[in-house]
């Protein structure tokens, strides 16, 4: 698959093409490469401080991405960082949901997805300012009004994914319209991503590797536009709403993930939030 390489652009040359990006009609993902240069979390976020700071957190290991409830072992934050290379056979902890033969451990399973805000919202501090090149009225909300937001969607706008190398985050699109932000802290990320456009449902892209397409078995997605590339640390990944996105950590990775509105997809992101009211 022709993959066309993500465009990297710093708030501090490229400030105005970084707001006609935001503003278009219809946005491509790009990669800032100063949105983290005023964040403390620039030198402070690693696995080591995590699992030291917070590593009585517990959590769990699933053994798949987007399954909910989870299916995986509940563990300790400092268990899973400190079982990065083991994590699916050695791991301490209970199984929860199906629990697997012990003669056949997983051999793979999903990043340990920890929510950092709810555990200190201090952390929050170590992620701002967010750049103001780059619109975000979700980072402008106050406290509670953001955390009653959350509620409504059920999904937390800032989650931290820990994942041992080769974890696989499959092709998938968030929800609600919103835009996505994924910083990498900690290790390298592969990532693939496809413009919104021809209708194929997230379910029907079950098991396509963008990395190695299988045309007979997906072929709405033979010849369609991709962009690629590698996250480095302090890469930060603004994702348009809508986009497919797909990442494989070439090593122990440590990612903030971050949802946001702006003017740009505020009334989308607030028709979206009306219809999980009324559900
Ligand atoms: O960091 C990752 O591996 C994937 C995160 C992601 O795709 C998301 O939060 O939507």
């Excluded at 997983?106 to 920890?114: D, K, L, R």
Aim: hydrophobic residues 40%; glycine residues 6%; proline residues 10%.
């Amino acid at each position: 698959m022709d993959l066309a390489p993500i465009d990297r652009l710093s708030c501090a040359a490229d400030r105005e093409a970084i707001a006609a990006r935001i503003a278009s009609a219809e946005p491509r993902p790009f990669i800032v490469t100063d949105g983290t240069a005023r964040w403390p979390a620039r030198t402070k976020w690693t696995l080591e401080f995590f699992a030291d700071r917070y590593g009585d957190s517990p959590g769990i290991a699933p053994l798949e991405f987007g399954v909910r409830p989870p299916s995986g072992k509940a563990t300790l934050l400092k268990a899973f960082i400190r079982h990065l290379d083991d994590a699916y056979t050695n791991l301490p902890g209970l199984w929860v949901g199906p629990k697997p033969e012990p003669a056949d451990p997983p051999q793979s399973g999903w990043s340990f997805s920890w929510e950092p805000f709810k555990h200190d919202p201090a952390l929050l501090d170590d992620v701002a300012p967010f750049p103001e090149a780059v619109p975000n009225l979700t980072a402008c909300l106050p406290r509670d009004l953001f955390h009653a937001l959350e509620a409504i969607h059920r999904h937390a706008s800032f989650s931290i994914y820990i994942s041992p190398r080769d974890t696989i985050t499959p092709l998938h699109r968030d929800r609600h319209n919103l835009f996505a932000c994924l910083v990498q802290f900690q290790g390298r990320k592969q990532v693939v991503l496809f413009a919104p456009g021809d209708g194929t449902s997230d379910g029907a892209l079950a098991g396509f590797d963008p990395e190695s397409p299988d045309d007979r078995l997906f072929p709405t997605m033979r010849g369609r536009a991709a962009l690629g590339g590698r996250l480095e640390p302090q890469d930060m990944l603004i994702i348009p709403p809508n986009w497919l996105h797909y990442t494989r950590s070439e090593n122990h990775s440590l990612t903030l993930s971050h949802n946001f509105f702006n003017a740009a997809n505020l009334g989308d992101y607030l028709r979206s939030l009306l219809a999980e009211i009324g559900r």
